[in-house]
Nanobody, 120 residues
Framework: QVQLVESGGGLVQPGGSLRLSCVAS????????MGWYRQAPGSQRELVAS???????TYIGSAKGRFTISRDLAKDTVFLQMNSLKPEDTAVYYCNADISEIVTGRKSVWGQGTQVTVSS
């Protein structure tokens, strides 16, 4: 079974930075795409950024210029560097991976989420 474990969330003041990490483990044959989603209270989960194995990255408008997604292919890890954080970035951040699992095939896997709070 494939698992995603996130880390790096926490409380930060407006204008500060955080770096989220997500490590995939288990019976992984390959990873097509990894991404970060977030969900604020009372809101739907939204895609923040994603990156394909060829390093093509996609960002939502509010993240462009402030967030950077990157991958360590050798370690099945994805990072989200978040700079110039704003209170509206406050949410639970979830890691997602589009993977090929040994035997069972292609599937989408979610992490448990990590809380990011931007407040003074």
């Amino acid at each position: 079974q494939v698992q995603l474990v996130e880390s790096g969330g926490g409380l930060v003041q407006p204008g500060g930075s955080l770096r989220l990490s997500c490590v995939a483990s288990g019976r992984i044959f390959g990873i097509y795409e990894m991404g970060w989603y977030r969900q604020a209270p009372g809101s739907q989960r939204e895609l923040v950024a994603s990156i394909r194995s060829g390093a093509t990255a996609t960002y939502i408008g509010s993240a462009k210029g402030r967030f950077t997604i990157s991958r360590d292919l050798a370690k099945d890890t994805v990072f989200l560097q978040m700079n110039s954080l704003k209170p509206e970035d406050t949410a639970v951040y979830y890691c997602n991976a589009d993977i090929s699992e040994i035997v069972t095939g292609r599937k989408s896997v979610w992490g448990q989420g990590t809380q990011v709070t931007v407040s003074s």
